[in-house]
């Protein structure tokens, strides 16, 4: 079993899409968790062993599921609602495995292992695809993407509508690049993707994995690292930006984490440079700020559309999956039109019941995180301990303020790679021992030592 769920880590960002009927898309990553749920589900009633997590993360991510339900009351097609409310229900049933399967340091590792060598296969990838536009060319690097990886990654019907209307290219000083997205639709998703996974997997090599895992884990950082910076995305820019100063401050104000301090100032001086010498990075990253850009002009725009959906039913919403509808009467099912806001996306569909919903669960695991940060130890075998639980507290908090930071700006929860990858790093969180706990777990090892000497 433990070794399906790290099969699992591994398969996110390389699903294959199945297609059951006409018309019908399916990422295979869905129906593996709803196997490997079931099947641990059957294995825990029959050893009477199973247990299931019950906290305020679960409990509020089925709270916005209840908002989700409750929304189809104003929704003008129910039966758009409902499938999203399917893929929710799908894929929440990863929440349970991973609070199953990471619950000690050694889990966290062999996950952050598999999760590495993910990365580090799709960042490959992806900038050999980025440097390919300059190689083959644009339209054979187009070409390839639309009949090969669409098709067997996304699907006949959703890579269909990905290659009539991409958002592959950005142009930036009157120049065309195709930016990185390795094996994902776009370049927002394969961000969002690195986003989760590169604190999560830092926090591991900090933390001091074997030996043998560093060359892994550090290749998957640098190569991550290098394909954020290649997929142009201005909101995965400032996500990696708080997220950097984040682990800085927190570095700093611990005065132990030396080489939190070292790697995170070494980052922000790389980063500093970079930006100060023209380059299609340094030009996106400050296009960011520029209002009247005719992308921001037009972000803003579709926010004040958002707001006015969600002021029209600000309880309920106007339903979810209905988004595209309430835009457009004439919207197929297949719309993808959003508020490139999840903030916005969740309140305009759900109403403040799911927002509110939604913020519980995203600041309540920060909250919890830095709230159990730094316990006393008693003597270096606990404080050696208690310094590994910190880093990965530090890098799980990371990763979601990254995330939701790049989430002002897109929305990702509706991704087959995203969501699964957002509720494992919920569940790890939720697992890290609290204060209380480990406090008194070490005050156990101390006694229990001082007797034997």
């Known amino acids: 079993m433990t070794f399906l769920f790290l099969f699992l880590l591994f398969y996110l960002p390389f699903q294959i899409a199945l297609n059951p009927a006409p018309g019908i898309d399916l990422a295979s990553g869905r129906l593996f968790i709803l196997i490997l749920f079931l099947f641990w589900l059957g294995l825990g009633f029959f050893k009477k062993k199973l247990k299931i997590a019950v906290n305020f993360q679960s409990l509020s991510f089925l709270l916005f599921l209840a908002a989700s339900v409750f929304s189809l009351a104003a929704a003008q097609n129910i039966g758009w609602g409902l499938r999203k409310i399917a ?132 290749m998957a950082l640098i190569c991550g690292t290098a394909a954020l910076f290649l997929t142009f995305s201005r909101g995965a820019y400032l996500g990696f930006s708080a997220a950097l100063i984040f682990i800085l401050f927190e570095s700093l104000a611990s005065k132990r984490r030396k080489k939190i301090t070292a790697v995170g100032l070494a980052v922000l001086i790389v980063s500093i440079i970079l930006l100060n010498f023209n380059n299609p990075i340094s030009q996106r990253f400050y296009a960011t700020f520029n209002l009247t850009e005719g992308s921001n002009t037009q972000r803003i725009a579709i926010w004040k559309e958002a707001f006015g959906f969600f002021k029209q039913n600000p309880l309920f919403g106007i339903g979810i999956g209905n988004y595209a509808l309430e835009k457009n009467i004439l919207s197929g099912e297949r719309d993808p039109s959003n ?12 109403g403040i ?101």
């Open 87 to 218: 893929f929710f229900l799908t894929i929440f049933p990863v929440y349970f495995l991973a609070s199953e399967f990471l619950k000690t340091d050694e889990d966290l590792k062999s996950a952050s292992k598999s999760v590495s060598a993910a990365v580090l296969i799709a960042s490959l990838f992806g900038i050999f695809q980025f440097f390919g536009q300059f190689i083959f060319g644009i339209k054979p690097l187009k070409n390839f993407l639309s009949s090969f990886v669409a098709p067997l990654f996304w699907g006949a019907e959703f890579g269909g509508q990905v290659v009539s209307n991409p958002s592959w290219f950005a142009d930036i000083g009157g120049e065309t690049y195709f930016r990185a997205i390795s094996f994902f639709p776009d370049p927002h998703i394969f961000a969002f993707y690195l986003a989760l996974a590169l604190p999560f997997i830092a926090a591991s090599l900090l933390g001091g994995v074997a030996a043998k895992l560093n060359k892994i884990t550090l």
């Open 339 to 350: 508020a490139h806001n999840l903030y916005l996306d969740i309140a305009a569909e759900t």
């Open 353 to 453: 019941l799911g927002l509110a919903a939604w913020l519980i669960l995203i600041f309540g695991s920060l909250y919890r995180l830095m709230k159990n940060k730094n316990s006393v130890a008693l003597d270096s075998r606990d404080n050696a301990e208690q310094n590994k639980l910190n880093y990965w507290r530090l890098g799980l908090a990371a990763s979601l303020i990254w995330f939701s930071v790049h989430s002002f700006f897109e929305t990702a929860v509706y991704s087959p790679v995203i969501l699964p990858l957002l509720l494992i790093i919920f569940a790890a969180a939720g697992n890290l021992p609290s204060q209380t706990n480990q406090s008194a777990k070490m005050s156990q090892n101390s006694a229990e030592r001082s007797f034997l000497k």
